[in-house]
């Protein structure tokens, strides 16, 4: 299984920016997919942003014009800009990956990083 190792959360005022970082362990099967959920309190996990090896990119409609996803396929990792936070963006943050293997994909899963934005 691929391990995932998430960073940027953290504490920041309505407004203000955070960078979300996450670095896939090395592997022989190319990553396919990479996105970010999150999961607010007492709601489900939704799909925040996702990005294909080839670029294409998804975004949920609250964070359009506000999130950008990228990636960097050489270093097996994918990043989360976020600008102009507010509070209701506040959650647990998980990186999640699918990785393309004889058979078909394989999905994992981040820890999760907590991103708390203050009004």
């Known amino acids: 299984q691929v391990q995932l190792v998430e960073s940027g959360g953290g504490l920041v005022q309505a407004g203000g920016s955070l960078r979300l970082s996450c670095a896939a362990s090395e592997s022989t099967f190319s990553i396919d997919l990479m996105g970010w959920y999150r999961q607010a309190s007492g709601k489900q996990r939704e799909l925040v942003a996702s990005?294909?090896?080839?670029?294409?990119?998804e975004y949920a409609d609250s964070v359009k014009g506000r999130f950008t996803i990228s990636r960097d396929n050489a270093k097996r990792s994918v990043y989360l800009q976020m600008n102009s936070l507010k509070p209701e963006d506040t959650a647990v943050y998980y990186c999640?990956?699918?990785?393309?293997?004889?058979?078909?994909?394989?999905?994992?899963w981040g820890q999760g990083t907590t991103v708390t934005v203050s009004s």
């Open positions: 990005i294909l090896s080839g670029g294409t990119t």
């Open positions: 999640h990956v699918e990785e393309e293997q004889p058979g078909g994909y394989f999905a994992s």
